[in-house]
């Protein structure tokens, strides 16, 4: 199954009932909008809508969504899922164009984490994801950020990573003060040795027996 094209059907009955008809019937309601077109409400077929968001490509990938036969192209903007049962609940699209940029998250993979860790350090991610623009064809599935030379007080921030070709970060174009940190370095905090458990202890002690 192509993970990145799904069929569609337009559906008219609209509510909280309806809704609720169509999961029990193993469809997802969904509704499409943008490009200045009307709304259009439409279900998916459960197995592949679950089969499909299982993949961390299907959230910053272009889709297609073949409705009533016809393909459009959509990029996921928000996906509601059932508190504590494998069930998606309903999901929205953005319908985007090969010449408009267009606004979505992608994820972050960070690689040689062990070259710090190995040293006894933490690697801390404050960002699992970063807000990017671009043209749908420059759109990455994931950005790599390498922290391989990460020292504890001294974080990478947005504007140290490299971004693909065509992608620019949303938050540093709001100008100065948004070059948020992505990844840090910390060195865990020292246990304390048994000379200095003993002495808390007897401190607490002598306190209980003041009062």
């Not at 009533?68 to 494998?86: G, Y």
């Not at 998606?88 to 699209?93: C, E, I, N």
């Not at 623009?133 to 790599?144: N, Q, S, T």
């Amino acid at each position: 199954m192509d993970l990145f094209t799904l069929d569609a059907e337009v559906r008219t009955d609209i509510g909280k009932g309806a809704s609720r008809r169509l999961r029990h019937a193993n469809l997802v309601p969904a509704i499409v909008y943008g490009l200045d077109k009307e709304p259009v409400s439409i279900t998916l077929e459960h197995k592949h809508v679950y089969r499909a968001q299982q993949e961390e490509a299907f959230y910053s990938h272009v889709l297609t969504l073949n409705i009533a036969k016809k393909p459009v192209k959509v990029v996921i903007k928000d996906m509601q899922r059932h508190p504590f049962k494998d069930q998606v609940m309903h999901l929205d699209f953005l319908r985007i164009n090969s010449k408009s940029t267009l606004h979505t998250s992608v994820p972050i993979h960070f690689i040689n984490e062990e070259e710090v860790t190995k040293a006894g350090n933490i690697v801390v991610h404050n960002l699992n994801e970063i807000e990017v623009e671009c043209l749908p064809k420059d759109l990455p599935e994931f950005i790599e950020v390498d922290v391989a030379k990460l020292e504890v007080g001294h974080p990478l921030h947005l504007s140290d990573i490299a971004l693909p070709k065509g992608v620019t970060s949303v938050e540093l174009a709001k100008g100065e003060g948004h070059d948020q940190a992505v990844v840090s370095a910390n060195t865990p905090k020292a246990a304390p040795t048994s000379d200095e458990s003993e002495t808390a202890a007897e401190g607490d002690a002598e306190e209980t027996t003041e009062e």
